[in-house]
């Protein structure tokens, strides 16, 4: 039986139907894949994004937690190089006080004679040599030479041996020192300085240690007192 017309129109908008209905499927399928792989760029793209500004907020604290130490580090090194000063500046100021109660001393000349006898005495026995130069303050001459009479008989019978004393005449010390002598061998070259001031460093240097114990208290990084 022959298809009419209409009946081949009917088949052929039921096919486009059909083929339609297909592309509108396939459209969607599409569309949802599109959409599907969109949400999946879109979610590693948010992901790497977050990751990298994760990554350069942890760079910036880190930064930050380093510059605060810094900040710390140098602020604790002033502030012990400032407590180092003030304790350096106390001990500065001992000295310095000491200083002025020595020369306190050679304005009483029974105390100044018997420690000239006694730096005197030292002098000798430190050169062991037979000829010994003395060099005093141009006011101490006669001090010294008194002490000097004094001590040659004890030095000779403590060591068994002759020594000539002379006082330097031409060469005084700086009368603006606090006292003391200074005793040389004959040809000068060796010399044991025994002036008050240099006795107080040597004492101040052997007692520093047990100074800064004193003032300061022990220090707990220090394995060594001396």
Same mark, same amino acid.
């Given at each position: 039986?022959?298809?009419?017309?209409?009946?081949?129109?009917? %088949?052929?908008?039921?096919?486009?139907?059909?083929?339609?209905?297909?592309?509108?499927?396939? @459209?969607?399928?599409?569309?949802? +894949?599109?959409?599907?792989?969109?949400?999946?760029?879109?979610?590693?793209?948010?992901?790497?994004?977050? @990751?990298?500004?994760?990554?350069?907020?942890?760079?910036?604290?880190?930064?930050?937690?380093?510059?605060?130490?810094?900040?710390?580090?140098?602020?604790?090194?002033?502030? +012990?190089?400032?407590?180092?000063?003030?304790?350096?500046?106390?001990?500065?100021?001992?000295?310095?006080?000491?200083? %002025?109660?020595?020369?306190?001393?050679?304005?009483?000349?029974?105390?100044?004679?018997?420690?000239?006898?006694?730096?005197?005495?030292?002098?000798?026995?430190?050169?062991?040599? #037979?000829?010994?130069?003395? +060099?005093?303050?141009? %006011?101490?001459?006669?001090?010294?030479?008194?002490?000097?009479?004094?001590?040659? #008989?004890?030095?000779?019978?403590?060591?068994?041996?002759?020594?000539?004393?002379?006082?330097?005449?031409?060469?005084?010390?700086?009368?603006?020192?606090?006292?003391?002598?200074?005793?040389?061998?004959?040809?000068?070259?060796?010399?044991?300085?025994?002036?008050?001031?240099?006795?107080?460093?040597?004492?101040?240097?052997?007692?520093?240690?047990? @100074?800064?114990?004193?003032?300061?208290?022990?220090?707990?990084?220090?394995?060594?007192?001396?």
């Amino acid at each position: 039986m022959a298809l009419t017309d209409a009946d081949v129109q009917k %088949q052929i908008k039921h096919m486009m139907a059909f083929i339609e209905q297909e592309a509108n499927e396939k @459209v969607e399928e599409i569309d949802a +894949r599109a959409e599907e792989e969109f949400n999946i760029e879109k979610g590693r793209l948010v992901q790497t994004q977050r @990751v990298k500004i994760m990554g350069h907020y942890e760079k910036k604290e880190k930064q930050i937690e380093q510059h605060k130490k810094i900040q710390m580090s140098n602020l604790m090194n002033q502030a +012990r190089l400032k407590v180092l000063k003030a304790r350096d500046d106390m001990i500065g100021d001992l000295l310095n006080e000491a200083r %002025q109660r020595l020369a306190e001393i050679a304005k009483d000349p029974a105390r100044y004679c018997t420690l000239l006898e006694g730096l005197i005495l030292q002098g000798f026995y430190q050169l062991l040599e #037979p000829k010994v130069t003395i +060099r005093c303050r141009q %006011q101490d001459v006669e001090m010294v030479q008194a002490a000097v009479n004094k001590t040659i #008989p004890i030095y000779k019978e403590a060591v068994k041996k002759n020594i000539d004393v002379r006082i330097d005449q031409d060469r005084f010390l700086s009368s603006e020192i606090c006292g003391g002598v200074e005793a040389y061998n004959d040809n000068g070259k060796i010399k044991v300085s025994n002036t008050l001031e240099s006795r107080l460093e040597l004492m101040a240097h052997q007692m520093m240690p047990e @100074v800064r114990v004193n003032l300061f208290g022990a220090n707990p990084n220090r394995k060594f007192t001396d």
